[in-house]
């Protein structure tokens, strides 16, 4: 085990030194317990499947926790030049079979609607999300 010959050590970070207070059961308005985050997933390939897949189980079992309250997707359009026999990228595949929302890259602005969502999770999208994106996120 060469990790245990080797004498570095990596420093032990914690969240509150950066000022995250963690996946937190609260609402967001009013800083209440009781309503989890509603989250915007950006993703469109395998790799951002992985990301995607823990979100979604975390959603499905935040009944006991309520971490997750709410998850939608947004994944790049389909492609016009793949022709009739074309295959749904991974993440659009996933979220058709497990219910989930799907929105097309660039989310319209009625998507993004004052308050709908708390956080945008972002791997592997491959688009520039636009400004009025990330500001519409207040975490």
Do not use: Y
């Not at 914690?14 to 209440?32: C, E, I, T, V």
């Not at 016009?80 to 026999?85: I, T």
């Amino acid at each position: 085990m060469l990790w245990r010959q080797c004498r570095w050590r990596p420093p032990r970070l914690w969240p509150s030194q950066f000022g995250f207070r963690g996946l937190s059961s609260h609402d967001s308005k009013s800083g209440k317990p009781g309503a989890g985050l509603r989250i915007l997933f950006f993703g469109n390939d395998s790799f951002s499947l992985e990301t995607l897949s823990i979100l979604h189980r975390e959603w499905q079992t935040a009944e006991s926790d309520g971490t997750i309250s709410h998850l939608e997707v947004c994944c790049s359009p389909p492609s016009k030049s793949a022709g009739p026999n074309r295959q749904p990228g991974p993440v659009r595949r996933f979220s058709g079979q497990s219910g989930l929302a799907l929105h097309h890259h660039p989310v319209p602005s009625s998507a993004l609607s004052e308050g709908r969502f708390d956080l945008g999770v972002v791997a592997s999208f491959g688009h520039l999300i636009p400004k009025r994106v990330i500001q519409a996120f207040p975490r």
